[in-house]
């Protein structure tokens, strides 16, 4: 079965790091964009970072860029979401996904189930 695995959320003081895994199963991991997505209180999630094979740059969100950063292991088919300097307002859930070439959006191939951050003040 084709699927996403996440790890790597928990709790962690303001202005700490955590870094997110999603590993891949079952699918090919070439010409594939790859994203992690949040749930903002009240609204629908949110594309944080995105990186794909036919964009020249990776998107970041703009409260994110500068301490979040994605990366892939083709090797071991596993990206990355690393967060740095986390504040109070960065908790929730954060998904990751995986789809076509031309770059992320709602209608993702493979999704994680969800992985909760939590930050203290």
């Known amino acids: 079965e084709a699927k996403l695995v996440e790890s790597g959320g928990g709790v962690v003081q303001a202005g700490g790091s955590l870094r997110l895994s999603c590993t891949a199963s079952d699918f090919t991991f070439e010409e594939k964009s790859f994203g992690w997505w949040r749930r903002e209180s009240g609204l629908d999630e949110e594309v944080l970072a995105c990186?794909?094979?036919?964009?020249?740059?990776?998107y970041y969100l703009p409260s994110v860029k500068g301490r979040f950063t994605i990366s892939l292991d083709a090797t071991n088919r596993t990206f990355y979401l690393q967060m740095d300097n986390l504040k109070p307002e960065d908790s929730t859930v954060y998904t990751c996904?995986?789809?076509?070439?031309?770059?992320?959006?709602?209608?993702?191939?493979?999704w994680g189930e969800g992985t909760t951050v939590t930050v203290s003040p």
């Open positions: 990186v794909s094979p036919t964009r020249p740059s990776t």
């Open positions: 996904a995986a789809g076509g070439p031309s770059g992320c959006g709602s209608g993702m191939d493979f």
